[in-house]
């Protein structure tokens, strides 16, 4: 009887070959969990707010509070998993956040007060936009060195593709099965997309030895023999780790702020709902061309340039919005804040192991998303005080455009990499 070993199944469909690098199989699966983490997503939850408020007879005020203390344990939750992705093979992991994901939203359907939409967003948020984004983002990274860049931009699509199509079968399936029954049928559906193809194909990655002698297989991406490989505790006590912090992490803050403010701000500044919508549908495509361009600057550019760049784009970003009035500007505002992202998501993930090293990117990769996530749960308050006590986003926008200057001086202080 043949066992569905992964290198049996990819001879059964006949995609077997001993010189074939089992890293893209990885990819894929990764990709995969990237899209199926969107009914953990910003995005996902948007279209249920309103559901919430009428269903459970709260404020909008109690929304969002406890979508920022679910999120802010999602980050603190970050930190041991990480450390726990690099003692530990991932399939296993991955095979019980799909079943978590699921109980997450089996549990929001069945909410019936503000304190379980609480520990519901705090299953979702750790779920979704925590594990699923925190261990396909690891296991490429650790899979590639050479195509590291290209890697991270094409598993990125997942995440693309996922804010494009939850929000619109999560709408579709309120439409006509109601709020709660969504719910059921979102989790199912994330969890089943990828359960099993991490049952099958999911492996952890074996280092090879330093001291040893034994020739590296041709179907390896890249050697890891003299690669220099930071743990935690040490990496933490370096300048470079923090001014790398400061070079990236900027936009946590203003990307969940804006996006989260969005509606409101056009609004505000005459552009309707309709038209907000088609501004949206922009910021997708944007985002995949800024995570391939990125890909493939990453292996001309030292990435601390792409980073100036990026950091130039979400000052404009600001800019834009804060001056914005006319529907053409906002379609160029979409196209800015997509490209952005990109570039800054794809070159953000793929920094830590250049500096930092492989083995235990794990520990360091829950850490800094510990820190990324905090700073983007605390992004919307600001604009939110500042809208209260002065009617107007503008301030707060211009408050955010301090940010990228620093971060861009940030870049400036990081230094070479040796394994560059």
């Known amino acids: 009887m043949l066992k569905l070993y992964p290198k049996n199944v990819l001879k059964i469909l006949n ?5 074939f690098y089992y890293g893209w199989v990885i990819l894929a699966v990764c990709t995969l ?6 009914p953990g997503q910003t995005f996902t939850f948007s279209i249920f707010q309103n559901s919430f408020i009428d269903e459970l007879e709260i404020t909008s005020t109690n929304v969002a509070t406890s979508y920022l203390f679910g999120s802010l344990f999602a980050s603190v939750a970050m930190v041991f998993l990480g450390k726990i992705l690099d003692k530990s093979n991932p399939k296993y992991i991955l095979i019980l956040v799909c079943i978590f994901l699921f109980l997450g939203c089996f549990w929001l359907s069945k909410v019936s007060s503000s304190i379980e939409l609480l520990f519901c967003f705090a299953i979702m948020r750790t779920m979704g936009q925590g594990a699923l984004s925190l261990i396909p983002s690891t296991l490429v990274s650790i899979w590639f060195t050479k195509k590291r860049a290209l890697a991270l931009a ?4 997942g995440i693309s593709a996922s804010s494009g199509f939850f929000p619109v079968y999560a709408a579709l399936l309120i439409e006509n099965l109601g709020w709660r029954n969504a719910w059921l049928f979102l989790g199912l559906t994330a969890s089943l997309i990828l359960i099993f193809p991490v049952i099958i194909f999911i492996k952890p990655y074996r280092f090879l030895d330093e001291k040893t002698k034994t020739k590296i297989p041709t179907n390896y991406d890249a050697k890891n023999i003299g690669e220099y490989s930071w743990k935690l505790s040490n990496a933490v006590k ?13 936009g946590s803050p203003i990307h969940t702020g804006i996006m989260y403010h ?5 609004s505000q500044k005459g552009i309707g709902i309709t038209e907000a919508a088609s501004i949206f549908a922009t910021v997708a495509p944007s985002m995949i061309f800024g995570q391939f361009i990125s890909g493939i600057l990453n292996n001309i550019l030292d990435p601390r340039k792409i980073l100036i760049i990026g950091q130039v784009l979400v000052f404009f970003t600001l800019y834009l919005l804060s001056i914005l009035d006319t529907l053409f500007l906002g379609y160029l505002y979409g196209i800015l ?5 990109g570039l800054l998501m794809n070159t953000g993930q793929a920094i830590w192991p250049l500096y930092f090293g492989r083995k235990y990117l794990g520990s360091i990769r829950g850490f800094t998303n ?6 983007a749960a605390a992004g919307p308050l600001p604009l939110s005080m500042i809208y209260d006590s002065t009617g107007s986003y503008n301030s707060g926008l211009y408050m955010f455009m301090i940010l ?9 202080f990081i230094g070479k990499s040796k394994n560059s």
């Open 370 to 375: 510990f820190i990324g996530m905090s700073l």
């Open 154 to 157: 094409i598993m990125g699509l």
């Open 404 to 412: 990228p200057p620093i971060s861009a001086i940030g870049v400036l």
């Open 262 to 266: 969005q509606v409101s701000i056009f």
């Open 15 to 19: 995609l077997y070959n001993k010189n």
């Open 337 to 341: 804040l997509g490209l952005q992202i």
């Open 33 to 38: 969990a990237n899209f199926s983490s969107g």
């Open 238 to 250: 370096t300048k470079k780790f923090w001014f790398i912090v400061i070079a990236i992490m900027s």
